[in-house]
């Protein structure tokens, strides 16, 4: 910002005006981004605002005003420079240079009152010089869409970016073989980060290991701050940035969500979960779940997405090798499936009612559950909400109780898995005391809420508001998912 905006908006009214913004990204130079102008729009409702996310900022929701988040992120007054960021990836394996952001770009990045450094990224504010032809705007269904997205995952425990607002924008725009034109939006979405993999591997295929290596300190300046002063931080970084993707991996399968498009565009440098596309929650068990049309091989499919993200480490290695030594990242990324089975472990366990249990116990308990749900087909979802549900002392005194009030499970003696399902977890209760009963009661409700986000969840708030303009059923089920109800 110049000197002069910045003093305007000391005075402004408007609280996201007057915020800190800071240059971080910006200072890097612009090898990285491009300035680029937003789209001036024929037309602003606010559609969603995340007043949850506004204490982050340090700002009270009760101060901040609708209007001031159409003037800042659907007019766009007030600031500049934007930038749109540079990046090439593999897509669904293929190398693409014809990438970067093409239909958003870096708004602003302000510190948070918890002293970490926050994305203001927009999604469908118009062309750039990556648009590749097309519009650079976002449908109103892709905005809702991504809404949900991220709520339901942040409070499902999943490392996520989460959307800050969403304004309806007026204009009207044709997608695919749609046979009627849809209505268009702006998002912002608030994030750790929006440098990406492909960030990375754009300037390895540039040849051009000094910027590689600019941004790699700038990376772990601001993201990684507890290594920066380690003497092999460069080997740290790495080390833990598959960490936190093995675990981003384990976060998604444990809540039985398909990303559906793990390009290397698509990986947050973080190790954060952003950018969904056609995502979905599984409806039930299935290995093979394909979220996206055009997965037409199964690339991304559910039971894949811990390998995909594990491939797309070791592409990453490629750029990074300029700065780090091979036998360096070999030893992190080794340690992938380690922190990936740990991590997965954990989350199911607590979605079975255990913080904790003796490694025999939890690896069989897991192993009955997950051969259960995937030979009967029980709902996912419905499947550990009933278990809370029905949570009982009485599961103590004989297998045959164990969920015996559900009506989603086999009776007994109809399937043999469950039986042993059965047989094993009261052994299990009766091998601890009876006041964990009360802790294991509490784990399971707060680990399996009964709003699950599956399609026909989505297409019914859509419905309701592409047919009535309706949009209570979507705040109703936003708040449904933020109360872990």
């Not at 750790?192 to 300190?217: A, M, V």
């Not at 990684?224 to 931080?233: C, I, S």
């Not at 051969?371 to 029980?378: A, M, P, R, T």
């Amino acid at each position: 910002m110049t000197l002069a905006q910045t003093a305007n908006n000391k005075n402004s009214s408007n609280p996201f005006l007057c915020l800190n913004y800071e240059s971080a990204f910006e200072s890097l130079g612009d090898d990285y981004y491009d300035e680029v102008a937003a789209e001036e729009f024929p037309q602003h409702i606010l559609r969603w605002r995340n007043d949850a996310l506004l204490p982050r900022l340090g700002l009270d929701p009760q101060v901040v005003k609708d209007e001031d988040f159409i003037t800042a992120f659907g007019k766009f007054e007030g600031r500049k420079p934007f930038l749109a960021m540079r990046y090439h990836g593999y897509q669904f394996g293929e190398y693409n240079r014809l990438l970067g952001d093409g239909r958003g770009f870096l708004y602003g990045q302000v510190r948070g009152t918890d002293g970490q450094l926050y994305d203001f990224g927009t999604k469908g504010s118009g062309r750039t010089p990556y648009s590749r032809g097309g519009d650079g705007l976002l449908t109103l269904k892709g905005g809702v869409r991504e809404v949900l997205a991220a709520e339901a995952l942040h409070h499902l425990g999943v490392r996520s970016s989460r959307c800050l607002t969403m304004i309806e924008t007026g204009l009207s725009l044709w997608r695919g073989d749609e046979p009627s034109p849809t209505r268009s939006s702006v998002m912002v979405r608030m994030s750790s980060s929006h440098i990406r993999f492909g960030t990375f591997e754009r300037l390895h295929y540039l040849q051009r290991p000094d910027l590689t290596q600019k941004l790699l300190d700038h990376v772990i300046k601001e993201y990684y701050q507890d290594l920066d002063a380690q003497e092999n931080k460069y080997a740290l970084f790495y080390a833990e940035l598959v960490k936190r993707v093995a675990e981003l991996a384990a976060q998604w399968m444990a809540a039985g969500f398909c990303h559906a498009v793990l390009n290397t565009d698509n990986m947050s440098i973080t190790g954060e979960s952003f950018d969904y596309g056609p995502y979905a929650f599984i409806p039930h068990y299935d290995p093979y779940f394909i979220a996206a049309y055009f997965d037409y091989y199964g690339r991304y499919c559910y039971i894949n997405q811990p390998t995909v993200c594990q491939l797309n480490l070791e592409m990453l290695q490629e750029p990074l090798k300029a700065i780090i030594e091979k036998d360096d990242l070999n030893f992190g990324l080794a340690k992938f499936n380690e922190y990936y089975q740990a991590e997965y472990a954990s989350l199911m366990l607590k979605k079975l009612g255990f913080i904790e249990l003796p490694h025999p116990q939890a690896k069989e308990l897991l192993n009955l559950t997950i051969e259960f749900l995937g030979n009967s087909k029980v709902g996912y979802h419905e499947f550990f909400y009933e278990m809370a549900r029905t949570f009982s002392a009485k599961w103590r005194d004989e297998p045959g109780f164990v969920m015996n009030t559900s009506d989603i499970v086999p009776v007994p003696g109809a399937s043999g898995i469950f039986d042993d399902w059965c047989i094993l977890y009261h052994k299990i209760l009766n091998d601890l005391d009876s006041d964990r009963l009360e802790t294991i009661a509490q784990t399971l409700a707060f680990y399996n809420p009964k709003t699950a986000l599956l399609r026909p969840v989505i297409e019914s708030i859509w419905e309701a508001i592409f047919q009535e303009d309706n949009w209570q059923p979507f705040y109703d089920l936003v708040k449904q998912i933020q109360s872990r109800q």
